[in-house]
């Protein structure tokens, strides 16, 4: 079963610039997240998508960030224009969020990371 | 709000020692707690998990109970190998991991032949 697929890997842009971050996650799952990771820290979520709604997007720095998840599948992360602060590594995750889970345990799995230069 | 204390690295071992990476959180409720393994150039991984009080998450030889007198969530590993080293990062999730997920900072573990 193929994983979570980011895309690029690795981008280097100049600041004022836009840039876009694309994720296929694991097919079937339902719940996809972005999250943010700053050097030598651990990520934080940015935002956190139910099928095509984002149900919590509280962190998500909306003057210059945007994210879509068109037909609940593949997503896409915006930032425009860049700043030198957003360097960074930017992860996707997914999980299966079943309606009936109750007390089961919805994994999250996690891609690659894109990891954004700004200069 | 909820907040993820980790054990500060780098952490350098040999081949065959002991391993504890301690954990700490805060957070009302009862929440659930992971350790996420890194290895260089891939994505996080799920290590092993534990949700409720008192459970033992364990896998690869690794182990942390869920210790909710203590608020905490300690990694060990009785003899560790050179393919683990990698980042590990303590977490939680208020519910059962499809909520957001609440991470330390992470500790760099390498060892040496």
């Known amino acids: 079963e193929a994983g979570v697929v980011q895309s690029p890997r690795y981008k280097i842009i100049e600041k004022k610039q836009p840039v876009a971050f694309w994720c296929n996650p694991i097919s079937g799952h339902n719940t996809l997240y972005w999250y943010l990771q700053n050097l030598g820290q651990g990520p934080e979520l940015l935002i956190r998508y139910e099928n095509e709604e984002a149900v919590d997007d509280s962190q998500l720095p909306k003057d210059r960030f945007s994210a879509e998840r068109l037909k609940g599948v593949d997503s896409t992360l915006k930032i425009q224009p860049a700043e030198l602060g957003d360097s960074a590594v930017y992860l996707c995750a997914s999980s299966l969020d079943s309606p009936t889970s109750g007390s089961s345990y919805n994994e999250q799995f996690f891609g690659p990371g894109t990891r954004l230069t700004v200069l | 709000g909820d907040s993820v204390t980790q054990m500060e690295g780098p952490v350098t071992l040999s081949e065959e020692a002991f391993l504890t990476i301690n954990c700490t959180y805060t957070?009302?409720?009862?929440?659930?707690l992971f350790w996420y393994v890194q290895y260089p150039g891939e994505g996080l991984q799920l290590l092993l998990k534990a949700t409720k009080a008192d459970d033992k998450g364990s896998n690869k030889g690794f182990e942390a109970t869920y210790r909710k007198e203590t608020t905490s969530f300690h990694l060990e590993k009785g003899s560790v190998q050179v393919s683990d080293s990698a980042v590990y990062f303590c977490?939680?999730?208020?519910?059962?991991?499809?909520?957001?997920?609440?991470f330390g900072t992470g500790t760099r573990l390498t060892i040496i032949p």
């Open positions: 957070a009302t409720g009862y929440p659930s």
């Open positions: 977490a939680l999730s208020r519910y059962f991991g499809n909520e957001k997920l609440t």
